[in-house]
């Protein structure tokens, strides 16, 4: 019954926005650590931004490369996760997937969204 779904993905050029939206569903992001993946034909899937649950802090993270021009935010009350995308360079653009991962008695719960597209051209 965990669900997550995101959206916003498209065409860009390059200087543009996006908004990524990661809508979940049987859990609460709050209490999970989330994080938004990209990967690129040819390329390894790099972890772009995590945000960790409230319990452990809410700390955030970034891929040096996107540093100062994303940003991973949380709604509790949507219950959605956010990658707001800023800048955006023709590098950038990749398949972006939603994950959600968390641990309870030594288990480890890993979750991942369908994917939505980010392309950056000109």
């Known amino acids: 019954q965990v669900q997550l779904v995101e959206s916003g993905g498209g065409l860009v050029q390059p200087g543009g926005s996006l908004r990524l939206s990661c809508a979940a569903s049987?859990?609460?992001?709050?209490?999970?650590?989330m994080r938004w993946y990209r990967q690129a034909p040819g390329k390894e899937r790099e972890l772009v931004a995590i945000?960790?649950?409230?319990?452990?802090?809410?700390?955030?993270n970034y891929l040096d490369s996107v540093l100062g021009r994303f940003t991973i935010s949380r709604d509790n009350a949507k219950n959605t996760v956010y990658l707001q995308m800023n800048s955006l360079k023709p590098e950038d653009t990749a398949v972006y997937h939603c994950?959600?991962?968390?641990?309870?008695?030594?288990?480890?719960?890993?979750?991942w969204g369908q994917g939505t597209q980010v392309t950056v051209s000109s």
């Open positions: 945000i960790r649950s409230v319990a452990a802090g809410g700390s955030i």
């Open positions: 049987g859990f609460a992001v709050e209490n999970s650590g």
């Open positions: 994950n959600a991962r968390w641990v309870v008695s030594g288990r480890t719960y890993d979750y």
